[in-house]
């Protein structure tokens, strides 16, 4: 677009002069004039002009009084003023408040146009700032919200930036971050960084993200980082990879207990049938233990099968829901006969039932003893001593139905009572040694009760025992006893 430039003057001469003149040295300059400075004033609060110039002497409103209105309400205009001869002090006044050149009369044509040009220039300069400082606001206002983290190391290993998906992830403030030494806030920076993969002149393809270790606060996170060299510093971005890298780990250890869990009954089992081919060696009492044993380290074997399938069902959310009438208190006495062949350790299971009769519900009794079954299996194995367990059918009311498994064994270590239920996870190695599990009961039963609209809730002291209450919807249903 063509520059526009005012001029002031109440000189009808001036007023046609200057703009002639103008147009023969700047041709694509375009020109509008004011005969007074409120006319100015109009034009100025509805148009930006690239320069202005104007008579410092007009009767009314000067060319300072106007220049001052100019400051307030276009402060980034040019505005040269025109003096009379001789005029310094007034020239220095208008420099003072701001007035970007004088023009002294009579006016040197060649002095007006190379000013003018200068003041031009100057307006498209500021403009071009202006839009940069815009866009640079844009970048980093979208990296500062952008998912990742992202972070600006300088040439001495000091963070320059530092935005708020680092802060969430790190849990480390702006405030605590920039200014200080990378290898300060992310522990082990120093001996990793060199390997996270950076774009630079020398590499300007995108490189592909590292995962990494580093310690924060005294936490292990894992991160998967990559970064661009830029004049002196490096820009790296990161994600969190941190609970991915744990499930992976988890599942390295659920490949070894898995296979632990299969080939422990396996074993026991091929013993048995090897010794029950000779019939030299047992009586029939003996007989009747390898068989017994076979039968229940299959049951063991099909029982780890199971979890595995019922929980890759569950992740691919290929399991459905029944509902059938139940009788609970005959399902509880079922579930604990069957656990109760189990209990090798000799733990008595006590069922509590309220004293009336219970009413009947509608629930899907496959599921429901699943999850009971679970929570006894694992009442009797983190029971070394043989304390007593109770399955306590709490309530049926308001539509929910509460049981509770109590044991008085080794308890739950507070720090792990939030992850019990997670996918794999198996408690403190040194508890639960010598105790077989793939990790998988508890996160089945969570499932399985949340995905039939219930809850289940774990109270636990170590040393002490543990309680899980089942809390779950269900529907009256006549009959059932
Ligand atoms: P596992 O196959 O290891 O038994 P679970 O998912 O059933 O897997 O349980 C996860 C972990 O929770 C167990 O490894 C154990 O540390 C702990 N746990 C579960 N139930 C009990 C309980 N009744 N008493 C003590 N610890 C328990």
Not at 79 to 104: F, K, P, S
Not at 133 to 141: A, G, N
Request: charged content about 25%.
């Amino acid at each position: 677009m063509n520059p526009t430039v005012l001029i002031v003057d109440d000189d009808p001469a001036l007023l046609e002069a200057l703009p002639e003149a103008l147009r023969l040295r700047m041709s694509e300059l375009t020109v509008e004039t004011s005969d007074s400075a409120p006319d100015a004033l109009a034009k100025i609060a509805v148009a930006d002009y690239d320069a202005i110039v104007s008579d410092i002497k007009m009767p009314g409103m000067d060319g300072l009084a106007l220049l001052d209105e100019i400051q307030k309400v276009r402060p980034e205009t040019p505005t040269l003023l025109i003096t009379g001869h001789g005029e310094h002090d007034l020239a220095v006044q208008a420099l003072r408040r701001g007035a970007y050149d004088y023009i002294q009369k009579p006016i040197d044509r060649e002095y007006f146009t190379v000013s003018l040009s200068r003041a031009i220039e100057k307006r498209r300069l500021d403009r071009q700032i202006e839009l940069q400082r815009l866009e640079l606001e844009r970048h980093s206002h979208v990296l500062e919200h952008v998912a990742d983290g992202v972070f600006v190391v300088d040439c001495d290993g000091v963070v320059q930036f530092w935005n708020l998906a680092a802060e969430q992830i790190t849990g480390i403030a702006l405030a605590d971050a920039v200014g200080n030494p990378a290898g300060d806030l992310l522990g082990g920076w120093d001996d990793v960084s060199p390997s996270i993969p950076v774009a630079g002149a020398e590499r300007p393809k995108r490189q592909l993200a590292r995962m990494l270790p580093f310690e924060v606060n005294g936490r292990e996170l894992w991160l998967s980082l990559c970064g661009v060299e830029v004049a002196d510093a490096t820009v790296y971005s990161f994600q969190d990879r941190t609970d991915e890298r744990m499930l992976d780990k988890l599942k390295d250890d659920f490949v070894a207990t898995a296979s632990h869990e299969l080939r422990t009954p396996l074993a026991a089992i091929y013993g048995a049938a090897k010794t029950l081919r000779r019939d030299d060696v047992l009586d029939d009492e003996g007989v009747e233990r390898m068989m017994a044993m076979i039968a229940s380290e299959s049951e063991r074997l099909a029982r780890v099968v199971d979890d595995i399938l019922v929980a890759s069902h569950l992740d691919s959310g290929r399991l459905s829901f029944a509902s059938a009438p139940v009788d609970v208190r005959a399902l509880v006495a079922d579930v604990v006969d069957s656990m109760q062949m189990h209990a090798e350790n000799g733990v008595a299971i006590d069922v509590d039932a309220p004293p009336n009769g219970l009413p009947g519900v509608a629930i899907d009794p496959i599921k429901l003893r699943r999850v009971l079954l679970n929570l006894l299996e694992n009442a009797i194995k983190y029971s070394p001593e043989g304390g007593p367990i109770v399955l306590r059918i709490a309530s049926v009311e308001n539509g929910r139905l509460r049981l509770a498994v109590h044991d008085e064994g080794l308890g739950i270590p507070h720090a792990d009572q939030e992850r019990i239920f997670d996918k794999f996870y198996r408690g403190d190695p040194q508890l639960a040694r010598g105790v077989g599990g793939t990790g998988l009961g508890l996160y089945i039963c969570r499932e399985l009760v949340q995905r039939m609209g219930g809850e289940i809730e774990l109270e636990s002291e170590p040393g002490k025992g543990s309680t899980f209450t089942v809390e779950l919807p269900v529907r009256a249903a006549a009959g059932a006893r």
